[in-house]
């Protein structure tokens, strides 16, 4: 039988003390304490993945690894107000979306770098931005520039909703609302 050691004294007794289940409904979070030295930690399990392929820009395929997209959402967020909890539930549902589009096709690396940059404009607008500098490969302030417009244009989803829709996708799925008396509401573009 296989048992979860204690990552700090290594005995290998411990008890579950909260399960849940993690976003996107994919993982179960267990914070367990060890028998002997009483310190708590918390341990994912995860149903096995399906593999999802990606193709990279220069044409090579490899296969999608949820680690690397955290590393680089980690370090687009270094020194900023984001928390490490929120980049793994970020990472969680890129993961999870790849899984439900690809279903055995590969899924082009521009897809993530978009789900991505998208999902930290939602946690943070300049996390979002130092994301897009390397993942757009910005080479002066005026692409810059336009990156910064474009996260200001483009409206962020609600807590409510997922932040890596699509346009159409997120137009069928939030709520319109009814503009109060002294606003002006404008139609959106296509």
Known sequence: MDVVRCPFC????????????????????????CAQCGNRFTTHERAEEVPVDVVKRDGTTQRFDRRKLLRGLVRSAGGRPVGG???????????????????????????????????????????????????????DLDELEAVVRKLREEPVPGDDQLGFLSESEASMSSPVRQAEPHETVSEERS
């Open 85 to 139: 909890e929120r980049l793994e539930e970020l990472a969680d549902s890129i993961a999870a979306q790849l899984r439900a589009e690809g279903k055995g096709a590969a899924v082009q690396a521009s897809r993530i770098g978009d789900l991505a940059e998208k999902g930290l404009a939602r946690l943070d607008p300049v996390t979002a931005i130092q994301f897009a500098s390397v993942y757009r490969r910005i080479a």
């Open 10 to 33: 290594s005995f290998d007794s411990t008890r579950v003390v909260d399960s849940r289940l993690a976003d996107p409904g994919d993982a179960i979070r267990r914070r367990r304490e």
